[in-house]
């Protein structure tokens, strides 16, 4: 009896041994080819476990002090519209959330927003807003037009949904050159659990490929624990990632908010978001990762663990105060009340805290990405 229990033991210490040994190599093997199976990521995240997840993180690191030293670039965010005509089912601008609070910048408030960023240093604006009928395709080319002629300095990056490649070829002559579009997840089945119908998966896919097309760095990206997510989905988010090789991938927490129907749903989880960010890193090396407001919301030094598991980009709100409660994705968002100075001197402070440098410049020196 206390045998077989030996024998027991021992034949699941052996196991063990080797499903660490088989996670060990998977690591290796994507460090060395930049690519796994469907399979090994699946095997690859449901085994994590077995790995030492701060070798793992210390491997990431390695990897972008190669390429970006300990640089961390500032991007100052402007969410200048709260109106969506999607439906997203976790977001809560969607539509149907009539208790939001909505409003929209006029295109002074955004070129102040803009002129107010640059005296703090920012060289890259990032204009994100819902999918707002009020500002169509011509409106947006006017605003980004006018910020390119103000700021010739500086990077202009939109992040505003879905559109025709027409629409985005007009933004890019007005002076677009970055686009965020976060693919949301890249399976079929669990895009359908996330979005009512008309919203198609097929479509922003389409956008992604138009966009790289058009000559945008592009940032793609997906959320962390979005309900309905299993560990293929995850697979699948990496592999189309290593299709599409986007500039910039964007992951963060999903977190619920109170007025969606994901209401009563769990967050995604620190642990998970870190570790496929050090999967991310080892994977696309010279990535811009952010360390995202979802992580910091999730953990009170979830940005700071984020960019020491390889993430390299933070993006401060430089939102005019008043308006900032206002884009509420998810519950509890940090920075609500920060004027964009204070928010600026709290990135330079734990940034620094972690040994690393904030810096404000375009970022195009370093690498194409
Ligand atoms: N309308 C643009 C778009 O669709 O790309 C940009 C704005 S959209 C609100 C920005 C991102 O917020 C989405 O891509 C989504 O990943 C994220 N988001 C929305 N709701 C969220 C939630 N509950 N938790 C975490 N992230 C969320
Ligand atoms: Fe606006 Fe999803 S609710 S894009």
Request: hydrophobic fraction near 35%.
């Amino acid at each position: 009896m206390i045998r077989d229990l030996d024998l027991g033991k021992k034949g699941k210490k052996m196991h063990e041994d080797v499903q660490r040994a088989d996670v060990y190599s998977l690591v290796d093997k994507l460090d060395r080819n930049k690519e796994l199976t469907k399979d090994e990521f699946i095997f690859l995240i449901d085994n994590r476990n077995y790995l030492n997840l701060e070798e793992l993180y210390q491997r990431a690191r390695d990897i972008r002090h190669k390429i970006y030293g300990h640089d961390v670039y500032l991007r100052g965010l402007i969410e200048f519209t709260s109106y969506c005509h999607n439906d997203c089912y976790y977001c809560g601008i969607r539509k149907s959330n009539s208790n939001a609070e909505r409003y929209r910048l006029t295109k002074e408030q955004i070129l102040s927003a803009c002129e107010a960023g640059y005296a703090l240093g920012y060289r890259t604006f990032v204009l994100q807003g819902g999918e707002d009928p009020y500002y169509n395709a011509e409106k947006i080319a006017d605003v980004v037009r006018d910020i390119r002629k103000r700021f010739p300095d500086c990077a202009i990056t939109l992040s505003v949904g879905e559109t025709t490649k027409d629409n985005y070829k007009m933004w890019y002559d007005a002076g677009a050159e970055r686009y965020l579009l976060r693919h949301e997840t890249a399976n079929e089945e669990h895009y359908r659990r996330l979005h009512p119908e008309y919203q198609k998966l097929s479509n922003r896919m389409e956008c992604l490929y138009n966009l790289r097309d058009i000559g945008y760095q592009v940032g793609a990206g997906f959320m962390i624990g979005s309900p309905y997510q299993t560990t293929e989905c995850l697979a699948d988010d990496l592999i189309f990632i290593k299709d599409l090789q986007p500039h910039m991938v964007g992951i963060g927490p999903f977190i619920p908010h109170h007025d969606t129907p994901f209401a009563d749903k769990e967050s995604g989880t620190l642990e998970l978001t870190l570790f496929l960010l050090a999967i991310l890193r080892i994977m696309l090396p010279e990535v811009l990762l952010p360390a995202t407001t979802a992580l910091g919301t999730i953990s009170p030094d979830g940005r700071e663990k984020g960019i020491l598991a390889g993430a390299n980009v933070v993006m401060p709100n430089l939102s005019p105060q008043d308006v900032r409660g206002k884009y509420l994705l998810y519950d509890n968002k940090i920075c609500t009340g920060d004027e964009a100075a204070e928010c600026r001197g709290c990135i330079d402070r734990r940034i620094e805290a972690i040994g690393y440098k904030p810096v404000i410049s375009r970022g195009d020196h370093i690498s194409k990405r």
